[in-house]
């Protein structure tokens, strides 16, 4: 059993209101300074701030994916402080309405990606650099141990290379996980939940297998990559792809014939619909499950991220970081689409780089992490800390 190190909170607890009032940012400074997870029965200052629109806590180093629990009224937080191959990643539970930090636990692995099952009480976490999962209770955070998916290999340097481990679904119903890896070609693998085992490794003819959603009365699961296919339709009982969907741009499945990237991927279950951003081209693509038409394309901008659907205000969420390598000091926005007309409702600035997102299951409240920028960045600060935004929709 891995040693796991639970920390309350303590001490100040870095928050501000976002865009808000002065005297509201003063009772954010006020509860920000409590202890423990007492918060929910805290004072008027606590109430003000859950009744904010926008809320940002700046309070975490490296931060990535975000999960929520809204049986027990709280979030979920992924954190990699330091891509050292010996450093630790933390998870971190947060009052969902107040952001106040209630729990930090420390995984021997770094943690990225996030996927909970609310019906065991199991967090799985995505150690993305090694390749594995770390499975925590996420009731009382105790780490319960990990699970190997990917196998190293020597490369022709001779220095060993870890296949990564990127999205990570899970199936309820069957107690089963959903990880991608984007390699060449890229890699889906299903592990059985209650034996902590791999039931199947799916290799894909394409290339960067990265994002993924799971179709629960379908029992389909559709990833998102690069090549020729952009998207895959995936039996989990057989662990066979069915489907594929394409946008006829790409020549073939490497990275100079590959014209996209999906990078991230979200569905509409009752409208059978697919939704992707396309981190190549800046754009969402919208796809009928049925047909597999292309329905849309809407413009996002540069370093088009993740994409979220909320069927309660038929709206779509996405991400883009404003930045590439030819353009390293833009600065990204949350962009909100109509699920009916595709068009652009509204664009939110939250600087610098806005990263993950996650949709309450009641549709009235949208999470999204948000990322420092980098030293070659105008706005880089040596301490600087990284966010996560809660945005009230109703």
Request: net charge positive.
């Amino acid at each position: 059993m891995s040693r796991m190190r639970i920390r309350p909170a303590t001490g100040p607890v870095r928050q501000r209101a976002w865009r808000l009032c002065a005297t509201l940012a003063a009772a954010l400074a006020l509860v920000a300074c409590q202890s423990g997870p007492s918060l929910h029965a805290a004072s008027s200052g606590a109430a003000a701030i859950g009744a904010a629109p926008v809320l940002r806590q700046d309070a975490f180093q490296g931060i990535y994916e975000v999960a929520v629990a809204p049986a027990t009224g709280t979030v979920f937080v992924a954190t990699a402080p330091s891509f050292d191959a010996a450093s630790p990643g933390y998870v971190h539970r947060l009052d969902a309405r107040t952001l106040q930090l209630l729990q930090t636990v420390q995984l021997p692995r770094r943690a990225f990606a996030l996927g909970l099952n609310s019906v065991t009480n199991t967090l799985y976490v995505g150690n993305t650099l090694d390749g594995s999962l770390t499975v925590v209770d996420a009731a009382s955070g105790a780490v319960r141990g990990q699970i190997q998916l990917g196998v190293a290999e020597k490369k022709a340097d001779g220095k060993e290379s870890m296949p990564h481990t990127r999205k990570v679904i899970v199936d309820e119903k069957h107690n089963r996980v959903f990880v991608t890896s984007p390699g060449q070609p890229g890699v889906v693998w299903i592990v059985d939940g209650a034996k902590g085992s791999l039931t199947h490794t799916i290799r894909s003819e394409g290339i960067w297998t990265a994002g993924a959603v799971y179709d629960a009365a379908a029992n389909r699961l559709y990833v998102s990559q690069g090549g020729v296919h952009e998207i895959l339709a995936i039996d989990p009982d057989a662990g066979q792809v069915v489907g594929r969907f394409s946008t006829g741009d790409s020549k073939g499945n490497t990275a100079q014939d590959s014209r996209h990237f999906f990078l991230n991927l979200a569905l509409d279950a009752r409208g059978q619909r697919l939704f992707s951003v396309d981190s190549n081209t800046g754009q969402l693509y919208v796809f009928d499950i049925a047909s597999g038409r292309q329905l849309a394309t809407v413009p996002l901008g540069t370093g088009a991220l993740d994409v979220a659907y909320n069927p309660q205000r038929n709206e779509i969420y996405a991400t883009n970081r404003g930045v590439s390598r030819e353009k390293p000091d833009g600065t990204g926005a949350l962009t909100v689409i109509d699920g009916a007309s595709y068009a652009v409702k509204r664009s939110i600035d939250l600087p610098v780089h806005p990263n993950s997102l996650a949709v309450t299951p009641d549709g009235d409240t949208l999470y999204v992490s948000v990322k420092a920028p980098r030293e070659k960045h105008q706005a880089f600060r040596k301490d600087g800390r990284e966010s996560l935004v809660r945005i009230d929709l109703r």
